[in-house]
Structures are given as structure tokens and as C-alpha cells.
């Protein structure tokens, strides 16, 4: 499976650090929607999903988490651990995001709106979903 991760542009000087992302340059989509999670409690392993059309980069702006993704017939994990760093995430691939350091902070930018129409959260049916389609 092929592993998208976009390295962003960090205009450093002296007083710190600044990530500025736009859409259809730094981020190949255009940006409905941005939710992030914080303050995930140790063990806790959530996403448990696929969609159907939506789009998504994952940032962990800040500590460090873990992302597993599923095309159905093969699972990578991806460590994220830099705010400078994206993890692309096509539609039709199942996620889940386990191991948030207790300062994590996971900030997600998403191409559509939410939808739970879009969300295929049984495995099963996400397998079927996905055998359909090749
Ligand atoms: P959920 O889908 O369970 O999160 P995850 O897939 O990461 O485990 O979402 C948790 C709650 O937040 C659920 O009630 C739906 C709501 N939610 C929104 O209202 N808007 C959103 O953009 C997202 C991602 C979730």
C-alpha cells in the first residue's frame, strides 16, 4: 500500500515555528472541514472506520499517535510524531488511531462536511464494500 505523507513547509526563525496550509497547494483537496482530538485517554483506540468518498490529512500538531490503515487486503501502521508532517487518507481505506501520548493533539482536514452516510464502520461490510468495487 502506498503511504502519502506530505511534508510541509516550516517558516522557522528565530522567535519559533509556523505551518501555513492552504488548500488545493499545500493540502491536495479543498478544506470543508477541520476537527481535532485531544486529551485521548491511555488504551484507547478509536476511528474503527472507512469512507466512502471523504478525503482527509492527519496532523498530530503536537505529542504523538499511531494510525493504522486497512485497503482490505493489507494494514500499515504509520507513527506520526511532527507537526510538519501529513498523513493523506484516501477514501475506501478502513483507520484506526491508537497509542495518543497523553499531550497528543490529532487535527484532521477533511474535503466534504460531515456526512454519516459516508461511513462504513463494520469491517465486514467494509470488506464486501470494497470486493464490490474491484
Ligand atoms: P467518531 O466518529 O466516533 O470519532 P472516531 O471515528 O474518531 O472514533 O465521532 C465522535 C463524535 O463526534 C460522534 O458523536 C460524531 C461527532 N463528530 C461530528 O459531529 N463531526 C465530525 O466532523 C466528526 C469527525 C465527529
Redo the contacts with the bound molecule.
Sequence with gaps: MEIKKYQFQIHGDDRGQLIALEEMKDIPFEIK?V?Y?YDTLKGVR????AHKSLEQILICIHGTCKILLDNGSEKVEVLLDKPYEGLYISNDIWRE?FDFSPDAVLM?L?SEY?DEAD?IRNYDEFLKYIGKKR
Excluded: L, N
Design positions: 472541514r476537527y482530538m478509536r476511528g474503527f472506520h488511531m484532521v477533511a460531515y461511513y
